[in-house]
């Protein structure tokens, strides 16, 4: 069976099996693979592609090694289309024509399916001087503004969410205008957030000193470090961006230092590239490499590791010659660095094989063991693919001077320094995404297991649904073995079970074996203290940490709400009348403007009011906008609200029903308060025009988060089975996810 669960069959056939018009494509997984390595064999000699067809298809095949979904969706179907899953867009100049010209290069590279980063950092801050015009600059954030309003665009033309990645340095003018930019109703909601720290900052926090914010040389403001990286972190704390990049380490243990300035991420965080820099990505399957589970006898298999590791070098090797990209100065980019990112996934689910704690000693020294033996097979594949077709352009042998080659041996260097090198960077920890559902629902890159069992819902033709149970792998394979017996606790840890210090230990220690970086959450629990909360961040940089991500569930990030009844709710008073009361025929009333995230156009709310015996009360109720995508559910929702005004009675709870609607795409903050979707928004005027009136004010409703650990509901099939991994959304319930 080449899949272990229907789900991830279902996957496969949504997202990576090549079905075109008129018939034709894959009928099984064991076709995607055959089709993908043909694809990346023709980039070999003809008297090599044969050989190297049957090695590719050897280690896709039982999803030992996992390349990137562009490749797996793309490879072999002769669409015009990149298999590079990420760009970091080039050096955004500080003059309105070269602006907008960047703008068009990241509409090109997002229309064609690769996301982008930017740094936003060389645009002057606002109040500046524009010399020539007279005029005072806008700054960064207006045209983050542009950029998202483009790739809402993009999206609406197209299938895939656009995934960016907007970031600035922490000594720019306008820092702390970026980091609190979300918290503004429907702002910047196609980019991920990130600032970009350097370690004067850090030096400058541990000082507790002041902190100058600069552009062009020029000191606009003086800050306290604290004051700033509190803010930082307070906005973090409330709503998971933005992350942080320590910009000058990632400098600093780049191979390529010599030849290039990384200025940016890409929108996972994995892969911090230069300017027109791509990501090629693909990740070895580790928990299928385990033999004997669970037994004493438990071992990863490091021969067949090793081999999987010089395969996947060729691999990707060959698809930067195969592969497509929306603009030739990537593609000059990519062809002379020729830069790769092997990663893993399916580590925790190998470390429970073998009895292992994620987060304990031994898993931190496994992890190190296995990434390793990828780290040094993967320079010496590199260094005997230099020797057979020649070192990256840009090679020089200075890059054996790199802090990231100090782990290699003597032979990998003396090697290196007799052949030099195909790749300019080699290894990377991708975001694996519905890839990992995909090879049976290993867990996820270096991230732990976020549940082991859980149910999913599955819809029939006929609109019902049926329940389906999904296991993690790690479980499937112990109930295969043993049945029933519960499995050993102690080593079966998930996501709920794990301290902030946890996930930083193996982030640390899978970072000292990578070039690039590593696409992780740090997940924290919802009451964690915050000042424990903002130390995360600075043990994450004294651990050796390229960057942080964290996720603490909450109203903003996406906890689930509920509605807690008060224990002794006052009966409503009823109707003096069960009938509908006739309208005067002129009322007075007020009309409230709502502006909301995601909308065009404000929304207008009309309530007219009727004097009766018990005063002025709401009688009729109008909701209306420009925009024609709320119509048909607002003229309905006006009619059922009207109705009910119109019996009379205590009318309150319909403010409060209304206010505990939970919108699965994400609310927004309105007058500085979090509202969880724009129907609670209206239940919101509805309770202030209730407050002005003689009827009586709607009771307190407490809001708390279900139980579960942060999952929210998922936009594509509305189940509350969402979680944050990798610094990406992905629904247990349907597979969906952000940026796979």
Same mark, same amino acid.
């Given at each position: 069976?080449?899949?272990?669960?229907?789900?991830?069959?279902?996957?496969?056939?949504?997202?990576?099996?090549?079905?075109?018009?008129?018939?034709?494509?894959?009928?099984?997984?064991?076709?995607?693979?055959?089709?993908?390595?043909?694809?990346?064999?023709?980039?070999?000699?003809?008297?090599?592609?044969?050989?190297?067809?049957?090695?590719?298809?050897?280690?896709?095949?039982?999803?030992?090694?996992?390349?990137?979904?562009?490749?797996?969706?793309?490879?072999?179907?002769?669409?015009?289309?990149? @298999?590079?899953?990420?760009?970091?867009?080039?050096?955004?100049?500080?003059?309105?024509? %070269?602006?907008?010209?960047?703008?068009?290069?990241? #509409?090109?590279?997002?229309?064609?399916?690769?996301?982008?980063?930017?740094?936003?950092?060389?645009?002057?801050?606002?109040?500046?001087?524009?010399?020539?015009?007279? +005029?005072?600059?806008?700054?960064?954030?207006?045209?983050?503004?542009?950029?998202?309003?483009?790739?809402?665009?993009?999206?609406?033309?197209?299938?895939?969410?656009?995934?960016?990645?907007?970031?600035?340095?922490?000594?720019? &003018?306008?820092?702390?205008?970026?980091?609190?930019?979300?918290?503004?109703?429907?702002?910047?909601?196609?980019? /991920?957030?990130?600032?970009?720290?350097?370690?004067?900052?850090?030096?400058? @926090?541990?000082?507790?000193?002041?902190?100058?914010?600069?552009?062009?040389?020029?000191?606009?403001?003086?800050?306290?470090?604290?004051?700033?990286?509190?803010?930082?972190?307070?906005?973090?704390?409330? +709503?998971?961006?933005?992350?942080?990049?320590?910009?000058?380490?990632?400098?600093? /243990?780049?191979?390529?230092?010599?030849?290039?300035?990384?200025?940016?991420?890409?929108?996972?965080?994995?892969?911090?590239?230069?300017?027109?820099?791509?990501?090629?990505?693909?990740?070895?399957?580790?928990?299928?490499?385990?033999?004997? &589970?669970?037994?004493?006898?438990?071992?990863?298999?490091?021969?067949?590791?090793?081999?999987?590791?010089?395969?996947?070098?060729?691999?990707?090797?060959?698809?930067?010659?195969?592969?497509?990209?929306?603009?030739?100065?990537?593609?000059?980019?990519?062809?002379?660095?020729?830069?790769?990112?092997?990663?893993?996934?399916?580590?925790?689910?190998?470390?429970?094989?073998? *009895?292992?704690?994620?987060?304990?000693?031994?898993?931190?020294?496994?992890?190190?063991?296995?990434?390793?033996?990828? =780290?040094? !097979?993967?320079?010496?594949?590199?260094?005997?693919?230099?020797?057979?077709?020649?070192?990256?352009?840009?090679?020089?042998?200075?890059?054996?001077?790199?802090?990231?080659?100090?782990?290699?041996?003597?032979?990998?260097?003396?090697?290196?320094? #007799?052949?030099?090198?195909?790749?300019?960077?080699?290894?990377?920890?991708?975001?694996?995404?519905?890839?990992?559902?995909?090879?049976?629902?290993?867990?996820?890159?270096?991230?732990?297991?976020?549940?082991?069992?859980?149910?999913? =819902?599955?819809?029939?033709?006929?609109?019902?649904?049926?329940?389906?149970?999904?296991?993690?792998?790690?479980?499937?394979?112990?109930?295969? @073995?043993?049945?029933?017996?519960?499995?050993?606790?102690?080593?079966? $840890?998930?996501?709920?079970?794990?301290?902030?210090?946890?996930?930083?230990?193996?982030?640390?220690?899978?970072?000292?074996?990578?070039?690039?970086?590593?696409?992780?959450?740090?997940?924290?629990?919802?009451?964690?203290?915050?000042?424990?909360?903002?130390?995360?961040?600075?043990?994450?940089?004294?651990? %050796?940490?390229?960057?942080?991500?964290?996720?603490?569930? /909450?109203?903003?990030?996406?906890?689930?709400?509920?509605?807690?009844?008060?224990?002794?709710?006052?009966?409503? +008073?009823?109707?003096?009348?069960?009938?509908?009361? &006739?309208?005067?025929?002129? @009322? *007075?009333?007020?009309?409230?403007?709502?502006?909301?995230?995601?909308?065009?156009?404000?929304?207008?709310?009309?309530?007219?009011?009727?004097?009766?015996?018990?005063?002025?009360?709401?009688?009729?109720?109008?909701?209306?906008?420009?925009?024609?995508?709320?119509?048909?559910?607002?003229?309905?929702?006006?009619?059922?609200?009207?109705?009910?005004?119109?019996?009379?009675?205590?009318?309150?709870?319909?403010?409060?029903?209304? =206010?505990? $609607?939970?919108?699965?795409?994400?609310?927004?903050?309105?007058?500085?308060?979090?509202?969880?979707?724009?129907?609670?928004?209206?239940?919101?005027?509805?309770?202030?025009?209730?407050?002005?009136?003689?009827?009586?004010?709607?009771?307190?409703?407490?809001? !708390?988060? =279900?139980?579960?650990?942060?999952?929210?509901?998922?936009?594509?099939?509305?189940?509350?089975?969402?979680?944050?991994?990798?610094?990406?959304?992905?629904?247990?319930?349907?597979?969906?996810?952000?940026?796979?």
């Amino acid at each position: 069976m080449p899949f272990d669960n229907a789900f991830a069959s279902e996957i496969w056939s949504a997202k990576y099996r090549f079905a075109p018009h008129g018939g034709g494509g894959d009928a099984s997984v064991e076709e995607t693979w055959a089709r993908v390595a043909e694809a990346v064999s023709r980039a070999e000699a003809p008297e090599r592609r044969e050989a190297f067809r049957a090695a590719a298809l050897d280690a896709l095949t039982d999803f030992r090694f996992l390349p990137a979904g562009r490749i797996l969706a793309g490879a072999g179907t002769g669409r015009a289309v990149t @298999l590079f899953n990420c760009f970091v867009m080039g050096e955004i100049p500080d003059d309105l024509s %070269g602006i907008f010209e960047h703008l068009r290069e990241a #509409a090109v590279t997002l229309q064609q399916g690769g996301g982008v980063g930017m740094d936003f950092s060389s645009i002057r801050p606002t109040g500046a001087l524009v010399r020539g015009v007279g +005029a005072d600059a806008s700054g960064p954030l207006s045209f983050m503004d542009v950029w998202d309003s483009m790739c809402r665009t993009i999206l609406s033309a197209g299938q895939r969410r656009g995934a960016m990645m907007g970031c600035l340095r922490i000594d720019h &003018p306008d820092i702390e205008a970026f980091i609190d930019a979300k918290r503004e109703p429907g702002r910047l909601r196609n980019f /991920n957030l990130s600032v970009l720290v350097t370690d004067a900052f850090m030096e400058a @926090l541990a000082a507790d000193a002041d902190w100058p914010l600069v552009f062009d040389g020029e000191v606009f403001r003086v800050v306290r470090a604290a004051e700033l990286w509190g803010r930082l972190m307070q906005a973090t704390y409330d +709503a998971a961006e933005p992350g942080v990049i320590f910009i000058d380490r990632v400098n600093e /243990n780049n191979n390529l230092a010599y030849c290039e300035r990384i200025l940016a991420s890409n929108p996972c965080g994995e892969q911090m590239l230069p300017a027109y820099g791509a990501c090629l990505l693909g990740s070895i399957n580790l928990a299928r490499l385990v033999d004997q &589970p669970f037994s004493p006898a438990a071992t990863l298999d490091e021969a067949r590791l090793a081999d999987l590791t010089r395969v996947a070098v060729r691999f990707l090797d060959n698809v930067i010659d195969i592969s497509r990209f929306p603009l030739e100065a990537q593609d000059v980019e990519a062809r002379m660095k020729r830069r790769i990112g092997i990663g893993v996934t399916g580590l925790a689910d190998a470390l429970v094989f073998c *009895g292992a704690r994620y987060g304990g000693d031994e898993a931190v020294a496994l992890t190190r063991r296995w990434l390793a033996i990828i =780290k040094q !097979e993967s320079y010496r594949a590199s260094a005997d693919l230099a020797a057979e077709k020649g070192a990256f352009p840009l090679y020089d042998p200075q890059i054996l001077d790199a802090p990231n080659l100090a782990v290699l041996d003597d032979e990998t260097r003396a090697r290196i320094a #007799a052949q030099g090198l195909r790749n300019g960077c080699l290894t990377s920890i991708a975001p694996t995404g519905t890839i990992s559902l995909v090879a049976g629902n290993v867990s996820s890159g270096v991230e732990p297991v976020f549940a082991y069992a859980y149910t999913r =819902k599955v819809r029939q033709p006929d609109g019902g649904a049926r329940e389906e149970a999904v296991e993690d792998y790690a479980l499937a394979v112990w109930r295969t @073995l043993y049945g029933d017996a519960p499995p050993p606790a102690a080593v079966f $840890v998930s996501a709920q079970d794990l301290t902030p210090i946890d996930h930083l230990r193996m982030q640390a220690a899978a970072q000292g074996f990578v070039d690039s970086s590593i696409s992780k959450t740090v997940n924290c629990p919802e009451d964690i203290d915050f000042a424990d909360f903002a130390d995360v961040y600075v043990q994450g940089y004294e651990m %050796g940490c390229k960057g942080l991500t964290t996720y603490r569930p /909450n109203a903003v990030t996406g906890s689930v709400l509920s509605v807690t009844p008060s224990k002794n709710p006052a009966a409503p +008073a009823p109707p003096a009348e069960a009938k509908l009361l &006739p309208r005067p025929e002129a @009322l *007075g009333g007020a009309t409230y403007k709502l502006k909301w995230p995601e909308s065009a156009h404000a929304v207008y709310v009309t309530i007219n009011d009727t004097e009766g015996s018990d005063g002025r009360r709401p009688f009729e109720i109008f909701i209306n906008s420009k925009n024609m995508e709320h119509y048909a559910w607002t003229l309905g929702l006006t009619r059922m609200i009207s109705a009910v005004f119109r019996r009379g009675g205590d009318v309150s709870f319909v403010a409060e029903e209304l =206010k505990a $609607v939970f919108d699965p795409r994400g609310g927004g903050w309105v007058d500085g308060h979090y509202v969880p979707s724009l129907l609670a928004a209206i239940g919101a005027v509805i309770e202030r025009h209730l407050e002005h009136s003689h009827a009586p004010a709607p009771a307190a409703v407490a809001h !708390e988060p =279900k139980p579960g650990f942060g999952k929210a509901a998922c936009p594509r099939c509305g189940a509350f089975e969402m979680v944050r991994k990798e610094g990406c959304d992905t629904c247990f319930s349907c597979g969906y996810s952000k940026c796979a």
